[in-house]
């Protein structure tokens, strides 16, 4: 890029780094928000509270990097233009396509993004969210134990606790464990912890009681300092770590198992999501060409354009709004699908084709070169 265009490009980078930075972190913190659950109910640290929510950010930039775009490139240009420097370099002999190629690059790389991150980071970063929630999930600690409640984590098995402390420490717990055979057993104890001994989950109750009915109806009782209840055989979780549409790679959702009757059932559903990803980083490019269309697509203007940058604005609201419902319509039929690809790219045609639709008309008047009442006044469009 010569030097005029290179100045383009930096004057639209800045601003778009700026939007997207702000739309993640906003996005982050809703996020945050909906996960505060991890830290609140389920008693888990912080570092994994971090790690879920910075997971996250590649399906969220994902989302965000085309509105970024959009909002940044109509900021930049239409100050570019208010300001008549894009005006002087038409008049410096610039083709309209010279003057908007830095923001077509942009569009490119990011939309080259896009890609990359819904290829391989995206689906990598889900996996690695999936993989945590899982193994919260089998966590004893939160399973087992609920502050204030009863639970059941066994259909023989009752827990209840008084108090958990942040560091675990449990108050007032109550256990009543019918046995197989008949009979039942009911364990209190003012304070326990789940811990492990030799390799096996164990429940250290201190300063508790047992009382014991054997199937005869005899009662037996005892007074304990410190009891070890084993929880071997309340933890035996069979349910296994299932990847959903969203967690797969691109290879795993246009060639799915078919020999698995979950893959055989969600085969379009697969293939919508595939189709998505790889249609979705095209909206990078159709809303840089609408921007590009709601500030150089007619003619200059020394009061702005407001007006024109709303109605833009309002229709790339609505090609997002059409995108997102043929890409759940497509769940259902797997021809839509071509049309997660006609949506960007037809945006994309009709925001350049405003731009390049100007037509120079000259007219020679005593021996000099006149041009029409347009925004510029120098080469014809290309």
């Known amino acids: 890029m010569r030097l005029i265009e290179r100045y383009f490009f930096r004057q639209l980078l800045g601003p778009t780094f700026l939007a997207t930075t702000a739309l993640c972190l906003v996005a982050l913190l809703g996020r945050s928000l909906s996960e505060l659950e991890i830290i609140v109910d389920q008693r888990q640290s912080a570092l994994l509270f971090i790690k879920v929510i910075l997971l996250a950010l590649p399906q969220l930039l994902n989302l965000i990097l085309p509105v970024a775009l959009f909002v940044a490139a109509l900021v930049a240009l239409n100050r570019l233009h208010t300001e008549q420097e894009i005006v002087v370099a038409f008049a410096g002999g610039m083709s309209r396509w010279r003057v908007i190629r830095p923001a077509v690059n942009l569009a490119a790389i990011a939309a080259l993004i896009s890609l990359v991150l819904g290829i391989w980071i995206q689906p990598m970063t889900a996996r690695m969210i999936r993989e945590a929630a899982f193994s919260v999930k089998a966590d004893l600690a939160t399973t087992l134990v609920r502050e204030g409640e009863f639970t059941n984590p066994t259909s023989d098995l009752t827990v209840y606790a008084g108090k958990i402390d942040p560091d675990g420490l449990i108050h007032d717990l109550f ?21 492990t001994r030799n390799g096996a989950p ?3 109750m201190h300063r508790g009681s047992n009382q014991e009915f054997s199937p005869d109806g005899v009662l037996n009782f005892l007074r304990f300092d410190d009891y070890f209840f084993d929880l071997t055989s309340f933890i035996k979780n069979e349910e296994l770590l299932h990847y959903k549409i969203g967690d797969r790679y691109l290879h795993e959702l246009f060639f799915p198992d078919l020999t698995q009757d979950w893959e055989q059932k969600n085969r379009t559903k697969m293939l ?6 790889l249609a979705g980083p095209l909206y990078n490019l159709a809303f840089m060409a609408m921007a590009l269309a709601a500030v150089i697509g007619s003619t200059f ?7 024109r940058i709303a109605a833009v604005g309002a229709a790339a609201v609505l090609v997002r709004i059409v995108g997102f419902g043929i890409q759940a319509a497509c769940d259902d039929s797997a021809w839509m699908n071509i049309l997660q690809y006609l949506v960007p790219i037809g945006a994309a045609w009709w925001g350049l084709s405003q731009v390049f639709k100007q037509k120079i008309r000259r007219f020679i008047a005593l021996g000099t070169k006149r041009t029409s009442d347009t925004a510029y006044a ?5």
């Open 202 to 204: 164990m429940l250290i």
């Open 301 to 307: 203007s020394r009061l702005g354009y407001a007006r």
């Open 272 to 277: 919508a999501e595939g189709h998505s990803r």
């Open 175 to 195: 256990i009543h464990q019918q046995k197989a055979k008949g009979g039942d057993t009911t364990y209190m104890a003012s304070e326990g912890r789940v811990m």
């Open 378 to 382: 120098t080469e014809p469009a290309q």
